[in-house]
């Protein structure tokens, strides 16, 4: 047990500090405020920046671009990228699903057609899987995809889809067998969002921006060719892509409390906080400690042995309610100056924003009742409750 | 960074375990035999030359066994302050000892002798009379002293903050050890009993505290192994990982075992089951020392109006703007 960056990760760290120091465009510098805010082909440079400097998909096998480099430098560089409030590279959804699950199941021809493209951010990528009728329940999609000689004609509706509205491509989960019903007859599919009968309608949200989007296909042909995996075993592959959705964010969401809570503490010393604000800004200073090293334990059993710890499920979870709970919090500082909003507000709104938006961060990405639902039946082994 | 433990950590966790399964009274000279009582001893005083890190195993352990012994008072509170001469003596297991922070003595009961503290220096008590306590937690009684001269200088008070340290993080790993217990019937527990035809864990309202409770538990021991593992190098950053992991963990445990009796139903307010015994526990570490309460005063303090140190040194960013 060594908990200091072993003098590779170290020099890693500092190379990328400095990288950072000297790349990051000041415009964007600060610039966390999700899918709908950012200036596109600003944003598109930025990735492409990151890219060339060999930080995009540095994980990923270097034939198919990416660095091959340990998971730890994968963690240092959310860390890093999240203390210097830099964004992500905008191929979020390629990045951190779309591409793993074609590296899983994909064809070498899959593989070699859109791997690069993500990383360098050419193509960008979203994911079609809830729909109105299936959110926490996937199994109950209903967008069909019928086979039509060497293609599939695809009809429904998907929601909640972040940069849809930019997005090249999809990773859309369809019912191919119609007589089929829940895990059965599902496939897989990559679909060309610029393809005739797809239409992208932005979804306004609480914040009263449009993060994400409701797609609608009428009629879209997909060639056969474009099937992840086996046709009818689209539940499978889906399974691949949400494992990558929780498993690979933990560090990140880390990173980006510790942000949360660096700001809240300097909001403090502004502002002012009696004794029991105090005690509570302890507690969540505490928490995020505890959720940085639970995500250390599970990445040191990863890179030890292959398999993440149990202990690494409940990251989302944890991080879900302590930013709802720190951003909250904050507004109290804020005391009268909190229903303010956006210029009229103290720090530019930044955290009237935040609050609002934390209010989806236990809903996106698998609701903490399904999250609570994988604890307890998956890690703590309790009897299934469906 | 490596946040595992080596082969032979593991190794002394099984034995622990297994051997306090085994003999949940195991007596002094019993741990003194495994070579417990020496771990962190150097070995040309009969120890085992190994650190803080191995002793947070048996901590955990001994948590999760409830047992009733010397142990936390000797490792955590005395051994800082005793000379060479005196730590031969632990590691063979022919001294316990305890150290009176305050009126109430932890381990009074079985501590063999008693070190105090005053002025500048810390000393061995000689000829004091004890009277043991009542505590709700009857494995772990308190006790005053009456009377007694000081006898040989121990060590300088300044040892009196590693001691504070080592306290609050053995007594945040001892919560991690009764929580997980605590859990574990409770999971036991759930996929047993059946109630309406079913078994209780299927319901929601048992399996979403018992994920809580986890989760709980997970957070508690990640704080508490880092806690460990800056005491054990002498991290800057000890003194309020420590703080957290002794207020977060404490909490939790009661929390947990409160989970758990509550998940048991009727069966876990009995005095038959042991669930008692581990959440009177749970409350006697989260009392004992300093609050949770307390110790959020003291981190709020080195974050809002000292310098909390970085463990990476990163820039510290003071905009505001989104």
């Not at chain 1, 990251?315 to 229903?339: I, M, Y």
């Not at chain 2, 000393?123 to 040989?152: F, M």
């Not at chain 2, 919560?175 to 996929?191: K, T």
Request: negative net charge; proline residues 5%.
């Amino acid at each position: 047990m060594d908990l200091r960056d072993t003098p590779e990760e170290a020099a890693f760290r500092a190379e990328l500090r400095a990288w950072l120091e000297e790349n990051l465009p000041g415009s964007l510098r600060g610039h966390r405020g999700g899918a709908a805010r950012f200036d596109e082909p600003e944003m598109r440079a930025w990735s492409r920046a990151l890219y060339d400097a060999g930080y995009a998909g540095l994980t990923w096998p270097k034939e198919y671009g990416g660095g091959s480099a340990p998971y730890t430098h994968q963690a240092i560089f959310l860390e890093e990228i999240a203390r210097a409030e830099a964004p992500p590279h905008i191929g979020v959804i390629g990045l951190g699903m779309a591409g793993p699950t074609i590296m899983a199941h994909g064809s070498e021809a899959q593989k070699q057609r859109h791997l690069a493209p993500i990383l360098s951010a050419e193509e960008i990528w979203c994911q079609g899987f809830s729909e109105p009728g299936a959110g926490s329940d996937l199994a109950g999609v209903r967008t069909t995809a019928r086979l039509d000689g060497d293609h599939f004609v695809v009809d429904g509706q998907k929601v909640w889809s972040s940069f849809a509205h930019i997005a090249d491509w999809c990773i859309l989960v369809t019912r191919s067998d119609p007589e089929s019903s829940r895990h059965a007859g599902l496939t897989y599919l990559i679909v060309d969002m610029h393809a005739p009968g797809v239409e992208v309608r932005p979804l306004r949200q609480i914040t009263g921006e449009a993060e994400f989007n409701e797609i609608f296909f009428t009629g879209v042909e997909v060639p056969a060719e474009n099937v992840l995996g086996e046709i009818g075993e689209g539940w499978q592959v889906a399974m691949t892509t949400l494992l990558h959705e929780r498993g690979t964010l933990g560090f990140a969401l880390q990173a980006a409390l510790e942000v949360q809570i660096r700001k809240l503490v300097a909001l403090a010393q502004d502002r002012g906080a009696d004794a029991l604000q105090r005690d509570r800004i302890a507690h969540e200073w505490s928490e995020l400690q505890a959720l940085r090293f639970t995500n250390a334990r599970s990445l040191s059993q990863l890179v030890k042995t292959g398999i993440p710890g149990p202990e690494g499920s409940i990251a989302k979870l944890v991080w879900s309610e302590a930013n709802q709970r720190v951003t909250k919090l904050a507004l109290e500082l804020l005391g009268p100056d909190a229903p303010l909003a956006d210029g009229n507000a103290p720090y530019g709104g930044y955290w009237q924003y935040q609050q609002l938006r934390s209010r989806g961060n236990t809903i996106e990405a698998g609701t903490s009742e399904i999250l609570r639902n994988i604890v307890a039946e998956r890690v703590l082994g309790l009897p299934k409750s469906r | 960074m490596d946040f595992t433990f080596t082969p032979e950590q593991e190794e002394l966790r099984e034995q622990a375990r297994a051997f306090l399964a085994d003999h949940p009274e195991a007596s002094w000279s019993e741990l003194a035999e495994l070579g417990w009582t020496g771990v962190s001893i150097a070995e040309d005083q009969g120890g085992a030359g190994l650190t803080f890190i191995e002793e947070a195993v048996i901590f955990e352990e001994l948590g999760r066994a409830a047992h009733h012994g010397p142990y936390f008072s000797t490792i955590a509170l005395t051994l800082p302050a005793l000379p060479d001469d005196l730590r031969a003596e632990v590691a063979a297991g022919e001294a316990s000892w305890t150290l009176a922070l305050g009126p109430l003595v932890s381990d009074l009961d079985t501590a063999e002798r008693v070190a105090i503290i005053g002025g500048d220096g810390i000393y061995e008590l000689e000829g004091a009379q004890r009277d043991i306590l009542d505590t709700t937690d009857e494995s772990r009684p308190l006790g005053v002293l009456r009377g007694g001269e000081p006898g040989r200088r121990l060590a300088d008070s300044g040892v009196l903050e590693e001691i504070r340290r080592r306290a609050l993080v053995a007594l945040a790993l001892e919560s991690c050890g009764v929580a997980r217990r605590a859990l574990e019937y409770a999971i036991e527990y759930a996929g047993q009993r059946e109630q309406f035809g079913k078994r209780i864990g299927i319901y929601q309202a048992i399996s979403h505290p018992l994920a809580d409770a986890f989760t709980k538990a997970e957070l508690s021991r990640s704080l508490s192994l880092w806690a460990a593992w800056c005491v054990s190098v002498d991290d800057e950053q000890a003194p309020v990982a420590a703080a957290a992991a002794k207020a977060y963990a404490c909490e939790a445990a009661v929390a947990v075992c409160e989970t758990s009796i509550q998940v048991h139903g009727g069966i876990g307010f009995t005095w038959e089951h042991v669930l008692h015994r581990l959440y009177k526990r749970a409350l006697w570490n989260d009392s004992f020392l300093a609050s949770g309460t307390q110790l959020r005063a003291e981190i709020a303090g080195a974050l809002l109006d000292g310098q909390v140190p970085e463990a990476q040194q990163a820039p510290v960013s003071v905009t505001q703007g989104g």
